[in-house]
T-cell receptor, first 113, second 110 residues
Framework: DAMVIQNPRYQVTQFGKPVTLSCSQT?????MYWYQQKSSQAPKLLFH???????NEADTPDNFQSRRPNTSFCFLDIRSPGLGDAAMYLC????????????FGPGTRLTVL | GENVEQHPSTLSVQEGDSAVIKCTYS??????FPWYKQELGKRPQLIID?????GEKKDQRIAVTLNKTAKHFSLHITETQPEDSAVYFC?????????FGKGTKLSVKP
């Protein structure tokens, strides 16, 4: 009964080597979010999709891009990962109205060597 | 931008005691206030939420209170158990997104 699935769970990449993280959901939610969470910190919103409408946070680096080809899938592309991009990346979804529970995926732990 | 202040950053209690975590905010337009629990290495999970038309909400050992005039909301955990040990985040619904507090690491000692 997995609801928000993230792949891979662990990703190791080299400095500067592009990486793609994926998120899928079975909830048919129209809103999908990507968060970055570093150790001992709160999740930090990178961007979100309201249906196909993309909303980028003002302080999200250009190095981070996202794609949402359909309702179920959303991807996070890191074009040139730096050491500072090592973190847990969390995908979350919510239904219409925003002020409802956000369901989080298990996260992808990214290591940059 | 909108900010949520969460206190304390760490909290240690004895099993069976109560724990209280408080968050303050400044955006008077906010009307959704969830609390998330995150165990080490796991995803954040909603434990309770409250909307601005309600002053208090309770679910077994967990309760949340909201004071919109003073712009603060609090999480209360009674009869704490070791499995309550985790990081707790308050959040604020603002313009369709959640703004998280910095978290409180709760340790419940047997």
């Amino acid at each position: 009964d997995a609801m928000v699935i993230q792949n891979p769970r662990y990703q190791v990449t080299q400095f500067g080597k592009p990486v793609t993280l994926s998120c899928s959901q079975t909830l048919n939610h129209n809103v999908m979010y990507w968060y970055q969470q570093k150790s001992s910190q709160a999740p930090k919103l990178l961007f979100h999709y309201y249906d196909k409408d993309f909303n980028n946070e003002a302080d999200t680096p250009d190095n981070f891009q996202s794609r949402r080809p359909n309702t179920s899938f959303c991807f996070l592309d890191i074009r040139s990962p730096g050491l500072g991009d090592a973190a847990m990346y969390l995908c979350a979804t919510t239904g219409y109205g925003f002020y409802n529970e956000q369901f989080f995926g298990p996260g992808t732990r990214l290591t940059v060597l | 931008g909108e900010n949520v202040e969460q206190h304390p950053s760490t909290l240690s209690v004895q099993e069976g005691d109560s724990a209280v975590i408080k968050c303050t905010y400044s955006d008077s337009a906010s009307n959704y206030f969830p609390w998330y629990k995150q165990e080490l290495g796991k995803r954040p999970q909603l434990i309770i939420d409250i909307r601005s038309n309600v002053g208090e909400k309770k679910d077994q050992r967990i309760a949340v209170t909201l004071n919109k005039t003073a712009k603060h909301f609090s999480l209360h955990i009674t009869e704490t158990q070791p499995e309550d040990s985790a990081v707790y985040f308050c959040a604020l619904g603002s313009q369709g997104n959640l703004i998280f507090g910095k978290g409180t690491k709760l340790s419940v000692k047997p």
